[in-house]
């Protein structure tokens, strides 16, 4: 095989994150991923071995499919993260913080060995966070905004407590998807998730002794967001564990308000969604 088992793996992990939308829809057909990587059988069999030792798929499904893990998502949301920092720190170092600099997108192609649809995802997503300017009308070059200059003159320094500013986002494959306007949020970080595990544990009781209409699927998200709960106890709102678990309620709330069943769990459903989204502003 041309490209490295590890090289197989993390594009078809990659491009399962993006057919799952993020996990919000992790079954998917094992046939349309290979299609849409163009992999020959073999790569294909290489890579999903490779990713089932490492706990980042399964193929345990309701039907033939393959589907990402929490564990897989971790994976692909902290590559993507790492990246899109990687290509702030050299917009920052072309403009040399100058930020009426031009930063010409062909060069970052050359310097980071990234093509322009991928290029062009993470610049966008940069852009979103006012990290960059990129006027509309023009896709040859970019501006480095006195926000991306903080932003990585702040690398590695601690953050204070309760108050500070965080910026949250859900890597994807075209782009980042920010939570709040500029993916901006103002966040309280006291309490760990900890506190709500047996409310958490109540609603999916109350939810299981109901019957109806895609009550799996409802089922389906909210036990996603207690295996992200259990397996990160002690995350505040600053920790990505706490986005996706928000994100899982809110599909599994939406399913239900939809069934018209969400009034029949009502005395969890405030508790368990306040818990979850009082702090963020």
């Known amino acids: 095989m041309g490209n490295t088992l590890q090289e197989l793996a993390r ?29 020959s059988s073999d790569e294909t069999r290489a890579a ?15 039907v033939p499919c393959i589907r990402i ?50 290029l062009d995802g993470f610049c966008k997503g940069l852009k979103e966070l ?35 500013t965080y910026h949250t986002h859900i890597g994807s494959v075209t782009g980042g998807v920010h939570v709040g306007p500029g993916g901006v949020q103002k966040i309280n970080t006291n ?26 699927d409802v089922l389906r998200d909210l036990e996603i967001a207690q295996q992200v709960a259990l397996a990160n106890p002690n995350a505040t709102v600053k920790d990505g564990a706490w986005t996706r678990i928000l994100t899982k309620l809110n599909a599994a709330k939406t399913t239900m308000e939809l069934a018209g069943f969400v009034v029949k769990t009502y005395p969890y459903w405030p508790q368990v969604i306040d818990f979850f989204s009082r702090h963020i502003q």
Not at 52 to 58: A, C, G, I, P, Q
Not at 131 to 141: F, K
Not at 201 to 216: N, Y
Request: charged share 30%; with cysteine; proline share 5%.
């Open 11 to 39: 594009r078809y992990l990659e491009k399962l994150y993006e057919l799952s939308e993020g996990g919000l829809h992790p079954e998917v057909d094992y046939w349309k991923v290979k299609s849409e990587l163009g992999f």
């Open 48 to 62: 999903v071995d490779y990713l089932l030792s490492k706990d980042l798929v399964t193929n345990e499904c309701r």
């Open 69 to 118: 893990t929490i564990r897989g998502i971790d994976a692909v949301q902290q590559s993507y993260s790492e990246k899109e920092t990687c290509v702030l720190k050299k917009i920052y170092d072309l403009s040399e913080q100058n930020t009426a600099k031009p930063v010409f997108v062909h060069q970052l192609e050359s310097e980071l060995g990234m093509g322009w649809q991928e």
């Open 130 to 164: 006012d990290y960059v300017d990129w006027p509309a009308d023009v896709e040859a070059y970019l501006f480095i905004t006195r926000r991306g200059i903080e932003a990585i003159q702040s690398l590695g320094k601690p953050k204070s407590g309760t108050g500070d």
């Open 191 to 216: 309490e760990p998730i900890s506190e709500i595990l047996p409310a958490l544990e109540k609603l999916i009781t109350a939810v299981r002794g109901e019957d109806f209409p895609d009550k799996d």
